[in-house]
């Protein structure tokens, strides 16, 4: 009886460790932190191991809230919030591309796996945005090429009246010999 109980003990064992093991979810996020410049596309990218077909959600989390970017099931069906349909791609893998990123698109964006039997797992990704500084450099240059567009006019004004300074010196006193 005894044996019975053992084996019956390491059966349920071995049944419930295969159920784990099956409900196994994993996420590997690559980069937690990504800087990119306005007006350029960014890789959000992430890879999950799952046994079965999970549901894949982002979210992008600011200041101002919290909202849904995409949620799909892989092979399925695709659900794309209507603030970024035209500027995302999705991918079978988990990753999200972002087209064409602003300034508002900064923030913290939360991926959630979750399996057919409930089991989620979360992965975090920080996005910092950046504007490009060619425009102050570009002031700069023709600030530069002003002042030094108005400096030639002036000597060229300084030469003229010195010319004419001297031309009236000698008229008033002419040399004589």
């Given at each position: 009886?005894?044996?019975?109980?053992?084996?019956?003990?390491?059966?349920?064992?071995?049944?419930?460790?295969?159920?784990?093991?099956?409900?196994?979810?994993?996420?590997?996020?690559?980069?937690?932190?990504?800087?990119?410049?306005?007006?350029?596309?960014?890789?959000?990218?992430?890879?999950?191991?799952?046994?079965?077909?999970?549901?894949?959600?982002?979210?992008?989390?600011?200041?101002?809230?919290?909202?849904?970017?995409?949620?799909?099931?892989?092979?399925?069906?695709?659900?794309?919030?209507?603030?970024?349909?035209?500027?995302?791609?999705?991918?079978?893998?988990?990753?999200?591309?972002?087209?064409?990123?602003?300034?508002?698109?900064?923030?913290?964006?939360?991926?959630?796996v979750t399996e057919e039997f409930g089991t989620t797992i979360y992965g975090t990704i920080l996005l910092n945005?950046?504007?490009?500084?060619?425009?102050?450099?570009?002031?700069?240059?023709?600030?530069?090429?002003?002042?030094?567009?108005?400096?030639?006019i002036l000597i060229c004004l300084m030469w003229l009246c010195n010319k004419s300074l001297h031309l009236l010196q000698?008229?008033?006193?002419?040399?004589?010999?």
């Amino acid at each position: 009886m005894r044996t019975l109980a053992s084996l019956l003990w390491i059966g349920t064992l071995f049944l419930a460790v295969g159920w784990t093991l099956q409900r196994e979810v994993s996420l590997h996020v690559s980069q937690p932190s990504l800087n990119a410049t306005v007006a350029k596309n960014i890789l959000l990218s992430v890879a999950y191991t799952c046994k079965g077909v999970p549901v894949i959600e982002w979210k992008h989390t600011a200041k101002w809230g919290t909202t849904k970017i995409a949620e799909w099931k892989p092979g399925t069906y695709t659900n794309i919030s209507s603030s970024y349909r035209d500027r995302v791609n999705v991918y079978s893998n988990g990753s999200l591309q972002i087209l064409n990123v602003a300034m508002r698109d900064s923030g913290y964006y939360l991926v959630t796996v979750t399996e057919e039997f409930g089991t989620t797992i979360y992965g975090t990704i920080l996005l910092n945005v950046s504007e490009i500084r060619y425009e102050d450099l570009h002031f700069v240059a023709v600030f530069f090429a002003f002042l030094t567009a108005v400096s030639s006019i002036l000597i060229c004004l300084m030469w003229l009246c010195n010319k004419s300074l001297h031309l009236l010196q000698k008229e008033r006193h002419p040399l004589t010999g």
